[in-house]
């Protein structure tokens, strides 16, 4: 009985976390960055990360490929940046991993 009710949890969690993965998406913006991270933003190829209020915001001078994990390693954002500042709003608050090319970095917002 106790494993049939992991599983039907972790199955509830996983058809959570595809939701979520739906929900959030990136916005291009012009605005300044208002917060930073407290760890060193900027990147090996320039691209900044930062991440204030519930929001992760990437400035990158070229066209790049963003994955965001949970702290869990759950995926919940895949998308190809343009140069720019681009933001995405996460509806809750906590620490992320963002991923671009070989490099991860921890956000926490």
């Known amino acids: 009985m106790k494993r049939l009710l992991a599983i039907l949890a972790l199955s509830i969690m996983l058809g959570l976390g595809n939701m979520a993965l739906a929900e959030v998406q990136w916005h291009e913006t012009n605005r300044e960055v208002q917060g930073k991270s407290l760890n060193d933003p900027r990147t090996s ?42 933001e995405l709003r996460l509806g809750s608050r906590g620490i992320y991993l963002v991923r671009i090319a070989n490099i991860t970095q921890k956000v926490a917002i």
């Open 45 to 86: 190829d320039g691209v900044e990360i930062y991440g204030s209020n519930g929001v992760i915001t990437i400035v990158t001078p070229k066209r790049i490929t963003v994955r965001v994990y949970t702290i869990l390693g759950q995926m919940i954002s895949q998308a190809t940046l343009q140069p720019g500042t681009s």
